[in-house]
């Protein structure tokens, strides 16, 4: 990853770069005013981007709550993936969690979603439990993955 590349927190002037991510990413994309709330109304809530010659090409948020960050939200921007770009984000999220206190970290993710499966467990993610229908889309289960910090 060379130097125009750089990591920072993400701020309200990037939601609309940050809603492209967001929509050429997943299937039930948050809006507008959830990433408001979350850069405003919650104190528990930490995202960054990652830009590329000042454009935002990735994100990724926790919320960190006590000793436990839980991650809401990872993705890059499609014609940037497989680049270890992801492999790079999460690496700082988990640096940023450990600086704010965090002891473990979890995060769901689509039982049919192998790459962030993959993803997770490169960095040493384990597998939790299932919850059955999470996803209203399509009543897919989630996967519960942790680490330990
Ligand atoms: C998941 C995601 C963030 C990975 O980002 P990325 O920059 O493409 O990933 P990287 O290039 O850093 O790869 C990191 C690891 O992910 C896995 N991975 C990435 N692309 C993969 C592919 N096409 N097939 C299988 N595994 C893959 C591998 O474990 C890889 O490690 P390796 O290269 O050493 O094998 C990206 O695919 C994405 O934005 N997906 C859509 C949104 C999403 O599903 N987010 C997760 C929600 S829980």
Redesign the pocket.
């Known amino acids: 990853m060379d130097d125009s590349y750089v990591f920072r927190f993400m701020r309200e002037e990037d939601i609309d770069e940050v809603l492209e991510?967001e929509h050429?990413?997943?299937t039930l994309p948050w809006s507008r005013e959830a990433f408001y709330n979350e850069l405003h109304n919650n104190h528990f809530a930490v995202y960054i981007v990652l830009e590329h010659n000042h454009r935002v090409i990735?994100y990724?948020g926790t919320w960190i709550v006590i000793d436990e960050s839980h991650?809401t939200?990872?993705?890059?921007?499609?014609e940037?993936?497989?680049?270890?770009?992801?492999?790079?984000?999460?690496r700082q999220l988990m640096a940023l969690a450990r600086e704010r206190g965090a002891k473990t970290m979890t995060?769901?993710?689509?039982v049919t979603?192998?790459?962030?499966?993959?993803?997770?467990?490169?960095m040493g993610f384990q597998n939790g439990g299932i919850r059955k229908g999470y996803y209203s889309d399509n009543q897919e289960d989630a996967l519960v993955m942790w680490v330990n910090l």
């Open positions: 991510v050429a990413s997943f990735g990724c991650v939200n990872v993705a890059i921007l499609p940037y993936r497989g680049k270890k770009l992801g492999d790079a984000m999460m995060l769901e993710v689509r979603n192998h790459i962030a499966q993959s993803l997770y467990r490169k």
